[in-house]
C-alpha cells in the first residue's frame, strides 16, 4: 500500500458502495513554498488534489476518461498475476485428455477437491475410454453420484465416451469444433481439454471464478459466459489465455472468493475497483460487481 493512502472499509450501510466522484472545488489554495497562497480554479485544482493519489497514475482514454481494460493496466494486472501465481496448472487430477475431459464434465457444479476424491477410484475401475463406452448412464451413476447432478453427467460421459470410441477413433480430438460435438461439452470444457492438456490457446476458459473476477477487475460488464469470453479474448493477449485462466481460478479460490473477498491481502487491490470490496485504497465503481 503507498504511504500516506489510508485504506477505507466500506460501510456497513454499503453507502460507500457507490462510485465516489471527485469534483473540482471552487477554488483552492495552492500552498507553495514558491508562490504561497495562490489561488487556482476548475481543472487545475482538481489536478493539484489528485496529483500524488493513486488516481494520478490511473489508465485514461485519448479523451481522457478512466479505461478499464487500457494496454498499461492489463500489463500490470498480468504481471501482479504472475508474481502471484507464477507455475499454476490445472487442479483437476488427470493422465490422459480422456481423463481430463471427464474430470471437467464432472466439476460442473462442484469442487475441483471433491472431483479428485472421485476420479482416482474412477479411472482405476474404468481405465480407458471403451470401458466408459460399454456403460449405460445408469452404471456409472453411484461412482459419480457425490458431484452432484449426477444424471447428466453421467449421461454426458457416457455419451461423449461412445462418440470418442466410435467417431474418433477412441482419441479425445484436438479440435474445438469437434470437442463441442460430444456430450456435455461447451466450450468451457473445451477449452480446458485443449489448453491443459494439448496445450493449444484457442479460448479462454470462463468458470465461475473467471465469471467473478473480470466483472471485478472491469474486464468485461457481460454475464453470460461466451460474450465474457470473447471480451477477454480481445485484452488479454493470446500467449497468456491459458496461464491467465490457471491465475484466475487460483486467484478465486484463494483470494477473491465470491462473498467476502480478502481485499486486505490481495496484490490486485490498487488496481481493482470492485464495488463488493471488503477493503479499499481507490475509488470503488458501483457497476464493477461479481
Ligand atoms: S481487491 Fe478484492 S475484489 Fe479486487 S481482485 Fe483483489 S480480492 Fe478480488
Not at 472421485?118 to 453420484?145: C, G, I, N, W
Not at 453470460?224 to 477477454?232: A, G, N, R, S, V
Amino acid at each position: 500500500m503507498p504511504r500516506g493512502v489510508v485504506p477505507r472499509r466500506p460501510a456497513r450501510s454499503g453507502s460507500q458502495d457507490k462510485a465516489r466522484v471527485v469534483r473540482a472545488p471552487a477554488s483552492v489554495k495552492l500552498a507553495t513554498p514558491s508562490r504561497p497562497g495562490k489561488t487556482i480554479t476548475g481543472k487545475a485544482a482538481l489536478a493539484n488534489k489528485s496529483s500524488g493519489s493513486a488516481a494520478k497514475q490511473r489508465p485514461r482514454t485519448s479523451a481522457g476518461r478512466y479505461n478499464p481494460v487500457a494496454p498499461e493496466r492489463i500489463a500490470e494486472i498480468l504481471k501482479r498475476l504472475d508474481e502471484l501465481y507464477p507455475d499454476v496448472k490445472c487442479a483437476l487430477t488427470h493422465a490422459s485428455a480422456w481423463e481430463l475431459l471427464v474430470a471437467t464434465i464432472l466439476s460442473a457444479q462442484s469442487t475441483d477437491v471433491n472431483v479428485n476424491r472421485v476420479t482416482p477410484e474412477l479411472f482405476r475401475k474404468y481405465p480407458t475410454v471403451e470401458a466408459f463406452a460399454a456403460l449405460s448412464p445408469e452404471q456409472l451413476e453411484p461412482d459419480v453420484r457425490s458431484t452432484g447432478f449426477f444424471r447428466n453427467k453421467s449421461k454426458s460421459v457416457v455419451g461423449a465416451a461412445k462418440r470418442v470410441v466410435a467417431e474418433f477413433g477412441g482419441q479425445v480430438p484436438d479440435d474445438i469444433e469437434k470437442l463441442l460435438t460430444l456430450p456435455g461439452v461447451a466450450r468451457k470444457t473445451a477449452n480446458v481439454v485443449l489448453g491443459s492438456w494439448f496445450n493449444k490457446a484457442v479460448g479462454v476458459v470462463v468458470d465461475t471464478h473467471v465469471h467473478r473476477i473480470s466483472r471485478r477487475l472491469e474486464l468485461t460488464k457481460q454475464d453470460d459466459p461466451q460474450k465474457i469470453e470473447q471480451d477477454l479474448m480481445k485484452v488479454i493477449p493470446r500467449e497468456k489465455w491459458i496461464l491467465f485462466s490457471h491465475q484466475i481460478i487460483w486467484h478465486g479460490r484463494k483470494l477473491c472468493i465470491a462473498r467476502k473477498p480478502k481485499c486486505a491481502e490481495c496484490s490486485l487491490e490498487t488496481l481493482c475497483h470492485a464495488g463488493d470490496k471488503t477493503w479499499s485504497t481507490v475509488d470503488m465503481h458501483k457497476n464493477a460487481k461479481a
